[in-house]
């Protein structure tokens, strides 16, 4: 999958290491690519971050957080998924919160 094949609207796609993710195929046949570091776009003072946690691990999900300026440990958006369906979801949802157009519910 390209960087490019995502409408990341008004973001700045400054890492992009996801050329391997072929929707097509099982994410268990991808593990050995499935890492920490996956994707970050820059929305002005946030960063949209995509990793797979534990990194290369049949138990691991897709992450997908929002932060602001540096505050990883308060991130403004954070959700885990396991499918590309799901994957596809939150990605939309937290390029929306990176953009200030939308506030997540607090649960």
């Keep these: ?51 797979w946690y534990p990194e290369f691990s049949n138990e691991g999900e897709f992450v997908i957080r929002v932060v602001h300026g540096t505050n990883w440990d308060e991130p403004l958006f954070q959700e885990s998924c396991r499918t590309t369906d799901g994957f596809w979801r939150c990605l939309k949802t937290a390029i929306k919160v990176a953009q200030g157009l939308s506030v997540p519910e607090v649960s």
Excluded: A
């Design 1 to 51: 999958m390209r960087s490019d094949h995502i409408d990341w609207e008004s973001g700045k796609v400054i890492f992009w290491d996801m050329e391997f993710l072929d929707l097509l195929k099982p994410l268990t046949e991808q593990l050995s690519n499935l890492k920490e570091d996956l994707v970050q776009v820059k929305y002005g003072d946030r960063v949209l971050d995509v990793g």
